[in-house]
């Protein structure tokens, strides 16, 4: 997380700011300090050369020399070329930053539209707000370094207890070249529709707001990902490097402190052999191009970059305990050009490898993942109901399956848990079966059979 200095400057006073120079954590000296070293012993040879190993006529060639860089290098604009290029990042910094996808708005709208006090009204609240962490999690893995190095596979993410193990199976299933973050806000918003359906979520109007906040944090979650894939062009940072970089260079030479051109130059020459100036120079220039290194990817590990991993803990913290203490006409529905392609290939197979996000192919070791373990625990996510309850029957259940005594109860109660935070089967669950011409008032989502014979029988 970035260095917070709030508190120390809270008062005006006289030299307020002069107690953050000796701070190390987060300065510039930290950043600094190998570059300028390298300067200073780059100028202290090329002036031991000059004044003791030089002779009289290699003297006055490289006192030429040394006037004739001192005179050009002024001609590089160093300070518009630098201050442009901060100012960009900058700008870029802060909307990353701005797009860091909190989810309190769309907590608050879960909380205060998903009505039901009875088991799955609480179930479904504690998992909408988990597929939308899961749906961070997703896209900050793909560009952060820490979070990759907490969740190295997807299923790190299932042990974490962001995603079931059904739910993997599904994520893995869609084949996609690009970044599927989005799939779990879709089950958001199917399961949002099933709320409706069940009058959990009373009219249209809170439906119509639930999806505002889900596209909202949708969009957050895209910009993080593109602020990732489309960085500033490569030529304006080259120019700005090779600029500073050139400047010092020419420095080297153009600063030293060699004789005066002119005799009477005598009078006023002043060999101080410790360029301050030249040095101060440098540590400004030098440092703004720190400055923008620092801030052109804030999802790295330096000592001002975004905490990812305590921001997703906040997020799951909040979300959670947020939602267990308070729910148009359509054109008709056709078949699309690519109904019956099972791999849409041919319009959509990308010429060029994908962009999957920097962290994509990035090898991450044993060492890595204690390192980053030490400092940051996994935070699981509580399991509803108990284990020590799962055994009883809720009567949420009861309400919601409409069976005849004579159907198997058993078989509703785990189609009410197929949307339970942790599943406590890795098989997947059995339907309902229909012995005695009875059927569940709440059905969920239709197996792959079920929709075979549904097109079977609309293609006949």
């Known amino acids: 997380m970035t260095v917070s200095y709030t508190l120390e400057v809270a008062n005006a006073r006289f030299a307020g700011f002069t107690k953050l120079l000796f701070r190390w954590k987060g300065s510039i000296y930290k950043l600094l300090y190998k570059e300028f070293l390298v300067f200073c012993f780059l100028y202290g040879l090329f002036s031991v050369i000059y004044r003791c190993v030089l002779s009289e006529v290699q003297q006055e060639l490289f006192e030429r020399a040394a006037r004739h860089c001192n005179k050009f290098a002024k001609l590089i604009p160093m300070s518009f070329v630098l201050g442009f290029y901060i100012s960009t990042a900058f700008q870029r910094w802060w909307g990353q930053y701005t797009s860091f996808p909190l989810p309190d708005n769309l907590m608050m709208v879960v909380s205060g539209n998903v009505h039901g006090v009875d088991e799955r009204g609480r179930m479904m609240r504690r998992t909408l707000m988990r597929y939308a962490n899961l749906s961070s999690v997703l896209i900050l893995r793909s560009i952060s370094t820490r979070v990759r190095k907490r969740f190295r596979t997807l299923e790190d993410i299932v042990e974490a207890g962001f995603m079931t193990e059904e739910e993997l199976k599904t994520l893995n299933h869609l084949h996609s070249d690009f970044n599927k973050y989005w799939m779990p806000l879709t089950w958001f918003a199917n399961l949002a529709s099933r709320a409706r359906e069940e009058g959990r979520v009373k009219d249209d109007i809170a439906l119509r707001l639930l999806m505002d906040e889900l596209n909202n944090y949708r969009g957050k979650c895209s910009m993080l990902f593109h602020y990732d894939w489309i960085s500033i062009p490569l030529v304006y940072t080259q120019v700005v490097t090779v600029a500073v970089y050139s400047f010092f260079a020419f420095c080297l030479i153009g600063r030293q402190f060699v004789r005066p051109e002119k005799a009477d130059d005598l009078k006023v020459h002043v060999d101080l052999y410790v360029p301050v100036f030249t040095l101060l120079e440098f540590f400004f220039y030098a440092g703004w191009l720190k400055v923008g290194e620092l801030i052109i990817n804030p999802f790295g590990e330096d000592d001002d970059d975004f905490e990812t991993n305590q921001l997703i803990d906040r997020n799951i913290q909040v979300s959670m305990l947020a939602v ?105 669950p059995e339907q309902c079966e229909d012995t005695t011409q009875t059927q569940c008032a709440v059905a969920l989502e239709p197996s792959d059979e079920d929709q075979h014979t549904d097109q079977t029988s609309s293609d006949h």
């Open 324 to 428: 267990d203490d308070m729910h148009q006409n359509l054109p008709p529905l056709q078949k699309d050009k690519y109904w019956t392609d099972k791999a849409l290939s041919r319009a959509f197979a990308p010429a060029r490898p994908v962009f999957m996000g920097s962290t994509y192919d990035m090898r991450v070791t044993d060492e890595d993942v204690e390192e980053v373990m030490a400092d940051y625990r996994t935070l699981p996510v509580s399991v509803w109901p108990p284990a020590a309850r799962k055994q009883k029957k809720s009567r949420g259940v009861k309400q919601l399956c409409c069976c005849s005594k004579h159907a198997d109860e058993n078989a509703c109660e785990r189609e009410a848990e197929k949307i339970n935070m942790i599943p406590n089967k890795t098989s997947a």
